[in-house]
T-cell receptor, first 111, second 115 residues
Framework: GQQVMQIPQYQHVQEGEDFTTYCNSS?????IQWYKQRPGGHPVFLIQ?????EVKKQKRLTFQFGEAKKNSSLHITATQTTDVGTYFC???????????FGRGTSLIVHP | NAGVMQNPRHLVRRRGQEARLRCSPM?????VYWYRQLPEEGLKFMVY????????ESGMPKERFSAEFPKEGPSILRIQQVVRGDSAAYFC?????????????FGPGTRLTVL
């Protein structure tokens, strides 16, 4: 089945530093979604990207979908302690309605 | 504006007992998905249901696990004769439309612990 590789698995940053997580697939994706899960919580939908080369921003968060629709990234500018959590990408391809989740990147922000 | 609801939030069972996990989708949503999450792992798809129909159960173990979404009432994930390896967080998600572009909204999860 489809594989979605997400890196890094963990990222420690000092508050104020930037953070980026990447998702890569060997197949062309229909769309990609990003979720955030706080420790002990549940995944919360952040955004969905559909178009090739799409870039979307939400305050300090920037989401990109690659031109070939095989990779995506989430970038956080000037991290805050409230950004702590695990960020997951979830991708669908072909005619499937079942997203494949990456393993997630756990962000730890040190004050 | 209730979101996806799951109960119980925490469930403790002894080996060999049955576990029943319930999920009520968001109002207006007719599609339910169940996922399992082990500690520090991603979410693994188990089953996708619409009202009274199982659409895709390719991620669900063939033995001991079953799921339903009746015409009335919540969706239920049932695990018979639980074993320690079943300990995990089980999340359900709902969406309002079929199709790969639709967004799934997650419930708070049920944390199952098998003693």
């Amino acid at each position: 089945g489809q594989q979605v590789m997400q890196i890094p698995q963990y990222q420690h940053v000092q508050e104020g530093e930037d953070f980026t997580t990447y998702c890569n697939s060997s197949t062309t994706l229909s769309n990609i979604q990003w979720y955030k899960q706080r420790p002990g919580g549940h995944p919360v939908f952040l955004i969905q990207l559909v178009k090739s080369g799409e870039v979307k921003k939400q305050k300090r968060l920037t989401f990109q979908f690659g031109e070939a629709k095989k990779n995506s990234s989430l970038h956080i500018t000037a991290t805050q302690t409230t950004d702590v959590g695990t960020y997951f990408c979830a991708a669908t391809s072909g005619g499937s309605y079942i997203p494949t989740f990456g393993r997630g990147t756990s962000l730890i922000v040190h004050p | 504006n209730a979101g996806v609801m799951q109960n119980p939030r925490h469930l403790v069972r002894r080996r060999g007992q049955e576990a029943r996990l319930r999920c009520s989708p968001m109002k207006g949503h007719s599609h339910v998905y169940w996922y399992r999450q082990l500690p520090e792992e991603g979410l693994k798809f188990m089953v996708y249901l619409q009202k009274e129909n199982i659409i895709d159960e390719s991620g669900m173990p063939k033995e001991r696990f079953s799921a339903e979404f009746p015409k009335e009432g919540p969706s239920i994930l049932r695990i018979q004769q639980v074993v320690r390896g079943d300990s995990a967080a089980y999340f359900c998600a709902s969406s309002g439309d079929e199709g790969s572009t639709d967004t799934q909204y997650f419930g708070p999860g049920t944390r199952l612990t098998v003693l």
